[in-house]
């Protein structure tokens, strides 16, 4: 027992109205890889928060190498050898890497010296670097590199990753697992926050879970399965998604063929992108983060025009149409940027409410808002979705991302659209709300209407969509029928193997190109 | 007129409007707009003015007035950073103040004639032909300005106390994350904006002019603030653009003088016209755009958790 690194005993946090931290005791051996599990708001960050010396406990004790170990300060948390990686990157974009590594060290050494000692330890571990580089020209794979480098340089005991593959390519992951692992066999001890139980899974040698702010179990990741696990952290039984399955009906959203030159040089162009989406149907779009799905899903929202005749919502040309135009013809969009993109940060969720839904649900009249029910309209999404929150009189900055995503998912769903265009519709959601969320995809698909799906998450297009297809520089693989495709397959398609007309590379089941896939669709089903 | 005296007084010109913006791309360096420049200027102007007059020493007149735009200026330090009021709002309030305060206390001061200001004595130097008068040959505040100048920017470049200024204004929550005081930081730049608008102001009264008006920085204030955007934030770019502002209103005098018939407004107005096509060029590309200007500049920072 006196072997272990970091010990917490009743650590306890109360912010007004919430228990944020209820007696939560663990502890951490040197080198072990610990993970803190728990549904959004149980209170994991502000745990984390408090270990490295950001927040105040109220009550408990931490011990440290068994010294008694009371952070003011980052600083000071940085100074006993407690490093962290942070969910929103911490990092300065118009600063070079040189200089973010710097800001975040004690004494950081002269320039040239910490350009010498960043390349040394970015070989070491396997982690790219240039250190002149301005950060804001990185990848996001990169600026986690960044991150964690700049941790690293410290020779920390103790690495606290707060969700650090949320944002990964499945390729980066493995990169961060080597290094992690590596840490670990040198005796880093890494406190590994994540939703992704499967990870936990694979890397962590220790979970701890909690619930509103209590510790509700510990385990062994690798014991357990990942259903168990995510049942213990919400408590009660999680049911898979019900895949009922609906005739498709007619043709409601269409693209013939679209093309889009590249509107910035971080852009990427489409190039012939065809697909056709029937009522009763979820079509899954997967692939690479930055392979198009950004540009494609700007221009199904309507945020950029498309050429005449490129796009079409049960049968009319909608490519010029503006995105009021197409919610009236009953095209809803989600889009993956929650604040700023899919909701106004600092209005409410009322007013967020009548942002999209204002003309469609009657809650305006001769231009004037009837503002009680727009505060109905929005609570009947918060409860629908279990959205928590106080009421809809929040402000949608301070709901946490989790919560968010189900309000601006839920508020499009709730009033059963035609046709739904969903970018990463369970992005650092937790695993309770994720499954709410594709749920009620599914069932909006099986009610009649045709839903889009954009994600990087493979595992939920396999589970809900009917058809799969992959992005690739620009291009959009055939369609295929998720219940007829392997995974080899799956890599083909990824990887851009089977893009429309590749002719001889392509398998010989593969449906015929473009235009035509509307029809194969049709002779398929 | 020789060119000798159209340089020595297009320097004259440029110092205050100079001293002003290097100390708004301070402040503004930080993150935080203050649009009180003007204000702090006057200020700065009646304080230097006055404890000229009563110390007869000019130098303590020039120390004065950097503690009076000091002072004035963390009235908006605290309004902004403790009580997070607008910095647009509080900046404007702030020039408004400063003209009406500094024409109360600059009462008594009207029609006094200020103690001189010497010039430096370069000895033999400023006898060499051209480049003596032009370099050799003026007062202390002139060399002052560009001494700030060079040291601005080569603490925003070398040292980590720079740097920690620079990453404060380009991502608050992520600097406070790491741990650094961004109030304290903010307070600190929004000083030393004041105190170097205030020895702008006192240039204009105590060596510029000399003379102290109602609201004689006639809107200097306002060109030091363009002259930080016209500079897209670079130190020494800030010394070009005061050159050519400065060179602007030397010209406008001198053509009137002349007798030349180019409309005096148009020259008046010209400053504002260049930065604005300064904006829209480094707008023009969004990348270089989000580069140049502090991420965070004139958002209101509250430390969470």
Redesign the interface.
């Known amino acids: 027992m006196t072997s272990a690194l970091l010990r917490l005993s009743g650590i306890t946090k109360s912010y007004p109205g919430v228990r944020a931290n209820d007696d939560v005791s663990f502890e951490i051996a040197p080198g072990e890889i610990h993970a803190l599990l728990g549904e959004n708001g149980a209170g994991k960050s502000t745990l984390v928060k408090a270990i490295y010396g950001l927040v105040k406990p109220d009550a408990g004790q931490m011990t440290l190498n068994g010294e008694r170990y009371v952070p003011a300060e980052p600083r000071a948390a940085r100074a006993a050898g407690v490093a962290m990686v942070f969910q929103h990157f911490s990092l300065f974009e118009a600063l070079s890497v040189a200089e973010n590594v710097s800001l975040g060290m004690e004494d950081p050494p002269p320039r040239r010296r910490l350009a010498a000692r960043i390349r040394e330890v970015s070989q070491a571990y396997g982690l790219p670097l240039e250190p002149d580089r301005l950060v804001g020209d990185l990848s996001v794979g990169g600026r986690q590199r960044v991150e964690i480098i700049r941790c690293l340089l410290q020779n920390p005991r103790l690495l606290i990753m707060d969700e650090p593959t949320s944002v990964l390519t499945p390729q980066e992951v493995d990169t961060l697992f080597t290094t992690l692992r590596k840490l670990s066999a040198e005796c880093t001890a890494i406190l590994y926050i994540s939703h992704k139980l499967e990870e936990i899974r694979a890397l962590c040698d220790a979970a701890t879970i909690l619930r509103h702010g209590k510790v509700v179990g510990e385990c062994v990741p690798a014991a357990r399965s990942a259903r168990e696990m995510a049942e213990m952290m919400v408590g009660t039984d999680l049911t898979p998604p019900e895949r009922s399955e609906t005739r498709p009906g007619a043709v409601m959203l269409e693209a013939r063929a679209l093309t889009l030159p590249a509107a910035t040089q971080f852009a990427t162009p489409l190039r012939e992108v065809s697909f056709a989406v029937r009522t009763g149907e979820i079509l899954g779009i997967g692939g690479v983060a930055g392979n198009g799905q950004d540009e494609l899903m700007a221009v199904l929202t309507g945020e950029t025009r498309a050429p005449a005749g490129t796009l079409l919502l049960g049968g009319e040309d909608i490519a010029l149409a503006g995105p009021s135009d197409r919610r009236a013809m009953g095209l809803r969009t989600a889009p993956e940027e929650r604040l700023g993109h899919a909701a106004a940060p600092d209005m409410s969720l009322t007013e967020n409410m009548l942002l999209t839904s204002g003309a469609a649900e009657g809650l305006l009249s001769r231009g004037f808002v009837r503002w009680a029910a727009a505060r109905e309209a929005a609570e009947k999404v918060i409860e629908t979705f279990d959205v928590r929150t106080p009421g809809p009189a929040v402000a949608a900055r301070a709901l946490s991302g989790g919560n968010l995503q189900k309000f601006v998912v839920g508020r499009e769903v709730v009033q059963s659209p035609p046709v739904f265009v969903v970018n990463q519709p369970t992005w650092g959601v937790d695993a309770a709300a994720a499954a709410t969320i594709r749920q009620a995809l599914m069932t909006l698909a099986a009610t009649g209407s045709a839903v889009v799906v954009v994600s990087q998450d493979l595992d939920e297009l396999l589970e809900i969509a009917t058809w799969f297809a992959a992005m690739n520089e620009g291009t959009l693989s055939v369609p295929r029928r998720v219940a007829t495709l392997s995974l080899e397959e799956i890599g083909l398609m990824l990887g851009g193997g089977e893009r429309p007309g590749n002719g001889p590379e392509a398998p010989p089941d593969a449906t015929p190109p473009r235009t035509q896939a509307a029809e194969a669709a049709r002779a398929q089903a | 007129m020789s060119p000798e005296l159209l340089i020595d007084a297009l320097i004259i010109a440029a110092t205050p409007i100079l001293l002003a913006a290097i100390g708004e791309l301070v402040t503004e360096k930080s993150g935080v707009l203050n649009l009180g420049v003007e204000g702090m200027m006057i200020v700065g102007a009646i304080c230097g003015f006055a404890v000229a007059i009563e110390s007869g020493s000019p130098a303590l007149g020039f120390a004065g007035a950097a503690l009076g735009g000091a002072a004035l200026s963390l009235i908006f330090g605290v309004l902004t950073q403790y009580l997070l009021s607008n910095q647009v709002a509080t900046g404007l309030a702030l020039t408004l103040f400063g003209l009406g305060f500094s024409a109360m206390i600059g009462q008594g001061y009207v029609g006094v004639v200020p103690p001189a200001t010497p010039k430096l004595d370069f000895g033999p130097l400023t006898d060499i032909p051209f480049v003596g008068p032009v370099l050799f040959n003026h007062d202390l505040m002139v060399y002052v300005g560009i001494a700030i100048v060079a040291g601005v920017w080569a603490t925003l470049r070398y040292t980590?106390a720079g740097?920690?200024l620079?990453?404060v204004g380009?991502?608050h929550?992520?600097?406070h994350?790491?741990?650094?005081k961004v109030i304290r930081i903010r307070l600190l730049a929004i000083a030393f904006g004041g105190a170097c608008a205030g020895l702008g102001g006192a240039y204009l009264s105590l060596v510029r002019v000399p003379q102290w008006t109602e609201g004689m920085t006639a809107g200097a204030g306002w060109i030091a603030l363009a002259l930080v955007v016209f500079a897209s934030w670079k130190p020494w770019r800030i010394v070009i653009g005061a050159w050519l502002f400065g060179g602007i209103t030397v010209l406008q005098l001198n053509l009137q003088v002349a007798g030349v018939k180019v409309p005096v407004e148009l020259l008046s107005m010209s400053p504002y016209l260049i930065t604005i096509l300064v904006l829209v060029l480094i707008s023009s590309d969004?990348?270089r755009a989000?580069?140049s200007a502090?991420?965070e500049l004139g958002r209101v920072f509250h430390a969470a958790?």
């Open positions: 980590r740097m920690i620079r990453a380009e991502n929550d992520a600097a994350a790491l741990g650094y969004r990348r989000s580069l502090p991420a958790g």
